[in-house]
């Protein structure tokens, strides 16, 4: 976890938004470690009031690969907010405090699409950088999760799976910087169709920023990228 911090902090990591910096006017980043908690989280930007910790990890013996990315993903929300505070804070309304999402067995459109929107992005930039720090380490091809008995390699996760929170926590982002079609190389129907490749991840950075809902980020990629329209559309839809 020191680590994690240590290199999104301080080390290349490919142009993206670093979390938050502390300054004369601004609060330290405070992150927790537990073995109680169930998961781990990123608070809202305003809990704590500077005394409390943003970040709550959970300490549960996995390995440390997942603990690396694990603690990047919670510091990738924070990131997301120092690039993008309004469109950010309106995210985490829609998806988490908003009372319509409390007061409805219902999941809606905009509770779905918001959730998904800050979830997937946090998941490509916890694969992103964690398969670059094994790549420095000297494992050129390191697939993060990869036969990981804790779970699905993230990489290639499924439509279908017992997990709901697969249609939130989805590798979409990331998806659109690697060049498998998992549909195809697995031979599996289940898993999603992912015709698109090439992106950037800085460039998938510049399309969440200001993205307010998963509409949003389907439209600016229609637009900005029309030559990959089609693709980008069927890949955002495998979600919906």
Known sequence: MHQAAHDYYYKDILGLERP???????????????DTWSSSLHLYETAGFGILPS???????APSEIMYGTTIHELTHSAHHEMSPSAYDNLVWKAYLDPEVWASSTETEKY??????LESWARAVEITLTNLRYQRLGYSNHQYRANRIE???????????????N???TPVFYDLTDNINQRVFYGNNNLP????????IKQVQDIIKGSQSWGEVKGKLRSQYPNTANLTDELLTNWQ
């Open 20 to 34: 938050q910096q502390n300054s004369f006017w601004r609060r330290q980043m405070k992150i927790a470690t537990f």
């Open 55 to 61: 970040i709550y990890l959970r300490v549960d013996g």
């Open 112 to 117: 779905t699409g918001a959730k998904r929107t």
């Open 151 to 165: 779970g699905p390699n993230f990489q290639r996760i499924q439509l279908t799976n017992a997990d709901t929170d």
């Open 167 to 169: 249609n939130f926590y």
């Open 193 to 200: 169709q992912d015709r698109v490749s090439g992106f950037t």
